[in-house]
């Protein structure tokens, strides 16, 4: 049954940063695509950061794009979501997803 756990979520000030991580298991981590997704309070699931199978290549979400990096430690299973200058407006639960399957989610609220 594959896994994924979100870690990292927390309350932080405008301006701050947090790096997520999403440990996967139960399947072969380093052949496959992974995303990021987050969703905010009334508003639709929305795509936040993507990587390829070896971290070669990635697409954010414009709103991000300069202030988010997504990673991957193929060794360790984990993608990564660095994020930096953060945002009232990136308050969310964000949610890692590896093809139809998603972590349980981890809030991250901006706020002073």
């Known amino acids: 049954q594959v896994k994924l756990v979100e870690s990292g979520g927390g309350l932080v000030q405008p301006g701050g940063s947090l790096r997520l991580s999403c440990a996967a298991s139960e399947f072969t981590f380093s052949k496959y695509a992974m995303a990021w997704y987050r969703q905010a309070p009334g508003k639709e699931r929305e795509l936040v950061a993507a990587?390829?199978?070896?971290?070669?290549?990635?697409d954010y979400a414009d709103s991000v794009k300069g202030r988010f990096t997504i990673s991957r430690d193929n060794a360790k299973n984990t993608v990564y979501l660095q994020m930096n200058s953060l945002k009232p407006e990136d308050t969310a639960v964000y949610y890692c997803?590896?093809?139809?399957?998603w972590g349980q989610g981890t809030q991250v609220t901006v706020s002073s």
């Open positions: 990587i390829s199978w070896s971290g070669g290549t990635t």
């Open positions: 997803k590896f093809q139809s399957y």
